[in-house]
């Protein structure tokens, strides 16, 4: 669970977070039928379903573990408040679960994937946008961690130790993507339907495969 002071940041960067004009781009391009029941998995605020519901997504479902984050969640939107590890869902309950750069918080995506897997119908649907490992943003980290970042305007540093509080997960994350994807693939079977890789994010699509249980 995250601190205080890295909810503030992200509270403060949440336009950025979730950027809706961007998102609703990634969203008739991922062209996810309108009926479909959707969960946002590590929803926060719910700026991710707010886009949603604008496309006209009408069942459309938030979890997240900070209720902190929840209690600023627009009226009438479901939310439930609970571990992405250990989801309180039936299995097979939904079409579609989104992660909208949250992957990169997890240490264990094994277990993660099999929650996923777990409460998606079969030929679900698994979408995600996560950091990725590039030139750019390399220099991004350079300026972040800069020594001199006590110098910097407030915003940019209590992102400063945002980022040095989720360095764990966020650097092993983009160190071992490929692991990533090898596993969503191979041990999951999920059969990837669309990736676009730009200059800072991995944007994916992506739909479940019937498998036997002992595969995972």
């Not at 960067?13 to 979730?18: A, C, D, E, L």
């Not at 264990?108 to 897997?117: C, F, G, Q, S, T």
């Not at 946008?129 to 940019?156: C, D, G, M, N, Q």
Request: aromatic share 12%; net charge positive; hydrophobic share 40%.
């Amino acid at each position: 669970m995250c601190s205080e002071e890295w909810e503030a940041t992200y509270l403060k960067f949440i336009r950025i977070v979730v950027n809706p004009k961007k998102f609703s781009k990634i969203l008739r391009q991922w062209d996810l039928e309108p009926r479909a029941k959707i969960l946002d998995l590590c929803c926060g605020t719910g700026g991710t379903i707010e886009v949603f519901r604008k496309a006209g997504y009408h069942q459309v479902y938030g979890l997240d573990i900070s209720m902190n984050l929840l209690c600023r969640v627009k009226k009438g939107i479901p939310v439930l408040c609970a571990d992405a590890n250990a989801c309180p869902i039936k299995n097979e309950s939904f079409d579609v679960v989104v992660i909208h750069k949250a992957l990169h918080h997890f240490l264990d995506h094994h277990r993660l994937l099999a929650e996923i897997k777990r409460i998606l119908k079969p030929d679900g649907i698994f979408c995600f946008i996560e950091p990725r490992k590039t030139w750019f943003r390399k220099l991004y980290h350079v300026a972040l961690l800069s020594p001199f970042a006590e110098l910097f305007p407030p915003l940019v540093r209590m992102r400063h130790a945002a980022l040095i509080e989720e360095g764990k997960t966020y650097f092993k994350w983009l160190d071992n993507t490929d692991e990533f994807f090898d596993l969503l693939e191979h041990k999951f079977s999920f059969t990837t339907e669309s990736r676009q890789d730009d200059f800072m994010h991995h944007i994916v699509k992506c739909r479940s495969q019937k498998q036997s249980d002992s595969r995972i």
